[in-house]
């Protein structure tokens, strides 16, 4: 059977310009283009396009296919649901997966013509539907050339995020799950260790959000940035506090201060959360040190009675050698 493998380049939050994809056709050509959201004339210099709109509206937007090859190249267009990688990277779901959200809002063109070293404007639109749930849908749309390669086809790709929040209610949460605490004990007797804590977060609210999370233990403490989740997405977080000595009993507190990405935040429910986890540090290296200490007042003491034992030893021997002494004087 053949395979089709998808490869997609999208743009991601911290990239300021359109990316550009390559590939080579059938005749062995390098082929070189990029999208970007555009106006009705041209680039219109966004990174990607985030739209608020009500149940049932729809708008028309623009994508620019612009073609760096020296052929004209045929590009099929796509849209699909949106979501991060492990990495915090943009995606979009492959063509082989159904889109069952923002993806399907969105209606393109097919394909579209664009001549070599020219750039080609687009339009498409997006549909909410009447009974689309509040908060952000993300979905992407790219454009895509497909070459064959033996049995298999690849797909490149390349595109960016489209962002549509539905009105209504929106929800930033980003509760705090599965934490774990470990300690780990300084060399130095005379320094705290380090904990390390390990946590998810899931955002279970509606809207693309990022954070801060805040760890606590033992009156030391330490601030984490919350990289970007979409509604639905989970992130493994791992922060590490310095300085925390081993008191036996360790409360290690969690708590996130979600921030909305995007849209207008006025009457946005912004939730804060926390969790709570207990692990036992034994003061190890202090127990070590108390004990070299309890060996070496012990061997003082020990060398010290032995001293003395020898020296009232020697003046016992001196004073029976005296009285022997003056025995025999005596007697003769």
Do not use: C
């Not at 749309?141 to 489209?162: D, K, M, Q, Y």
């Amino acid at each position: 059977m053949r395979r089709m493998l998808t490869a997609l380049a999208a743009v991601a939050v911290a990239v300021a310009a359109a990316p550009a994809a390559a590939a080579a056709d059938p005749g062995g050509t390098t082929l070189t283009w990029t999208v970007q959201p555009a106006g009705q004339s041209g680039p219109d210099g966004r990174r990607w396009i985030e739209r608020t709109l009500d149940p049932g509206q729809a708008v028309t937007e623009h994508l620019a296919v612009r073609n760096f090859s020296d052929t004209t190249v045929v590009f099929a267009l796509k849209a699909a649901d949106g979501y991060l990688t492990d990495k915090g990277r943009f995606n979009m779901l492959p063509s082989d997966r159904a889109s069952v959200d923002g993806g399907t809002w969105i209606a393109v063109q097919e394909k579209v013509t664009v001549g070599a070293n020219a750039t080609t404007v687009v339009p498409f639109t997006i549909t909410v539907p009447k009974d689309a749930a509040p908060g952000d849908h993300p979905a992407g749309i790219a454009a895509t050339v497909t070459s064959a390669g033996g049995t298999v086809n690849v797909e490149s790709r390349v595109g960016f995020r489209v962002m549509t929040r539905v009105s209504g209610t929106v929800t930033a949460s980003l509760p705090v799950k599965d934490v774990t605490a470990t300690y780990t004990p300084s060399w130095n007797p005379f320094a705290g260790g380090t904990l390390r804590v390990r946590y998810t977060l899931a955002n279970d609210g509606n809207v693309w959000a990022t954070g801060t999370s805040r760890v606590a233990v033992a009156g030391r403490f330490t601030t984490t940035d919350v990289e970007e989740l979409l509604p639905g997405g989970t992130r493994t977080v791992e922060s590490r506090v310095g300085g925390v000595w081993a008191l036996g009993h360790l409360r290690t507190t969690v708590e996130v201060t979600p921030a909305m990405l995007g849209g207008d935040q006025a009457g946005a429910d912004i939730r804060r959360t926390s969790a709570t986890v207990t692990t036992w540090a034994l003061p190890w290296s202090q127990l070590a040190l108390a004990l070299l200490v309890a060996v070496l007042v012990l061997g003082v003491r020990t060398v010290r009675r032995e001293r003395r034992r020898r020296l009232a030893l020697l003046l016992d021997r001196a004073r029976d050698e005296g009285r022997a002494s003056a025995v025999a004087a005596q007697g003769s």
